[in-house]
């Protein structure tokens, strides 16, 4: 968990291990990744203003401890700082006997904190390949293959001609437990668990002190046959794949991101407790509706790397929030 200092303390960031305190009407408790330290300050300082009654206590954790607040009845949100995981769908679940609900407050920049970036593909400067696939990227990095056909071991087999055609792909990415490692397995791989053999995961758990973003960035830099999926490089060693999708090839800049056309776009969800067939506790629904209105998504800084929805998504999200909750007693599936 995160200090913050005096401006924290004002909005109620608290500290020690968590308790749960007597139902309040005037107290919002909220457990959230500690990236998003900085803009859950300014939504709230916005949203006291106008309701001086509400106080906010607020845990900062890493994203692995976020859900537990609310599955452990501590907190009223979790704000992730990622895509829910299957084991935390499941201890909610156990808890609750329904799946989490939660709705989309902004979009993952390409230079977003630790591992919540909205990851690029890329390969040398001196690699031919033009464009990728997501089905040719599970056929590299897979081996079930879920949403390819087959392997895709060498150059050749993307298509690419010439003293390249026979070169082995050298693949690059993040490990089984790390937040891009289950992104990617989940939205790329479709939840394939047997990758290619010969890959090379990095992780932010290994010894080494260079975050794997880095590590990823460097090794295809100085290897003419590697790719890797990692944060947006600085480097002219190394190129940006646009991705090949039905409608064309997509490049991943803040246009293709905000909108959610790039593929492998990502999204900060807020989650809080909703019984079936009941209204939602009126202080959370208030901050919900604050959440996505044009006031609060005009505080979302890119600079931060984080975007803010677009009309069209924040409507998508009142109109989850407005749809009813029916009850769900059904063993939840993995969706990662």
């Given at each position: 968990m995160l200090l913050l200092g005096a401006s924290a303390v004002a909005c109620g960031f608290a500290e020690g291990p968590a308790t749960a305190p007597p139902a309040d009407p005037g107290l919002i408790r909220i457990w959230g990744y500690r990236g998003l330290s900085a803009q859950l300050l300014r939504w709230e300082t916005a949203y006291q203003k106008a309701h001086p009654e509400i106080r906010f206590e607020n845990q900062l954790h890493e994203p692995a401890a976020v859900m537990a607040g609310l599955y452990d009845g501590v907190a009223d949100f979790a704000l992730m700082g990622r895509e829910i995981w299957p084991?935390?769908?499941?201890?909610?679940?156990?808890?609750?006997?329904?799946?989490?609900?939660?709705?989309?407050?902004?979009?993952?920049?390409?230079?977003?904190?630790?591992?919540?970036?909205?990851?690029?593909?890329?390969?040398?400067?001196?690699?031919?390949?033009?464009?990728?696939?997501?089905?040719?990227?599970?056929?590299?990095?897979?081996?079930?293959?879920?949403?390819?056909?087959?392997?895709?071991?060498?150059?050749?087999?993307?298509?690419?001609?010439?003293?390249?055609?026979?070169?082995?792909?050298?693949?690059?990415?993040?490990?089984?437990e790390d937040s891009l490692?289950?992104?990617?397995?989940?939205?790329?791989?479709?939840?394939?668990?047997?990758?290619?053999?010969?890959?090379?995961?990095?992780?932010?758990?290994?010894?080494?002190?260079?975050?794997?973003?880095?590590?990823?960035?460097?090794?295809?830099?100085?290897?003419?046959?590697?790719?890797?999926?990692?944060?947006?490089?600085?480097?002219?060693a190394v190129k940006v794949l646009p991705l090949a999708t039905a409608s064309g090839t997509v490049a991943p800049e803040e246009s293709t991101l905000s909108s959610h056309d790039y593929p492998l776009t990502r999204s900060i969800y807020l989650y809080f407790r909703r019984v079936p067939n009941q209204p939602i506790d009126p202080k959370v629904e208030a901050f919900v509706h604050f959440v996505l209105s044009a006031e609060a998504q005009a505080m979302v800084h890119p600079s931060e790397g984080f975007l803010p929805l677009t009309p069209s998504l924040v409507q998508k999200q009142i109109k989850r929030i407005e749809a009813p909750m029916p009850a769900n007693t059904a063993a939840p599936e993995s969706d990662q």
């Amino acid at each position: 968990m995160l200090l913050l200092g005096a401006s924290a303390v004002a909005c109620g960031f608290a500290e020690g291990p968590a308790t749960a305190p007597p139902a309040d009407p005037g107290l919002i408790r909220i457990w959230g990744y500690r990236g998003l330290s900085a803009q859950l300050l300014r939504w709230e300082t916005a949203y006291q203003k106008a309701h001086p009654e509400i106080r906010f206590e607020n845990q900062l954790h890493e994203p692995a401890a976020v859900m537990a607040g609310l599955y452990d009845g501590v907190a009223d949100f979790a704000l992730m700082g990622r895509e829910i995981w299957p084991v935390e769908t499941m201890a909610y679940h156990w808890v609750y006997q329904q799946q989490p609900f939660g709705v989309m407050v902004s979009t993952s920049g390409l230079n977003a904190p630790d591992q919540s970036f909205t990851p690029v593909v890329i390969v040398n400067a001196k690699c031919p390949l033009t464009s990728i696939s997501l089905s040719q990227l599970d056929g590299i990095y897979g081996s079930a293959h879920l949403a390819a056909p087959a392997n895709l071991r060498t150059w050749g087999d993307l298509g690419v001609t010439g003293e390249w055609a026979a070169q082995p792909i050298h693949a690059y990415g993040f490990g089984p437990e790390d937040s891009l490692g289950v992104f990617f397995r989940h939205d790329v791989m479709h939840s394939d668990f047997k990758p290619n053999p010969t890959s090379h995961l990095l992780s932010d758990h290994d010894a080494d002190p260079v975050a794997a973003a880095d590590r990823i960035r460097k090794a295809v830099a100085t290897d003419p046959y590697a790719i890797g999926y990692t944060s947006r490089p600085t480097s002219a060693a190394v190129k940006v794949l646009p991705l090949a999708t039905a409608s064309g090839t997509v490049a991943p800049e803040e246009s293709t991101l905000s909108s959610h056309d790039y593929p492998l776009t990502r999204s900060i969800y807020l989650y809080f407790r909703r019984v079936p067939n009941q209204p939602i506790d009126p202080k959370v629904e208030a901050f919900v509706h604050f959440v996505l209105s044009a006031e609060a998504q005009a505080m979302v800084h890119p600079s931060e790397g984080f975007l803010p929805l677009t009309p069209s998504l924040v409507q998508k999200q009142i109109k989850r929030i407005e749809a009813p909750m029916p009850a769900n007693t059904a063993a939840p599936e993995s969706d990662q």
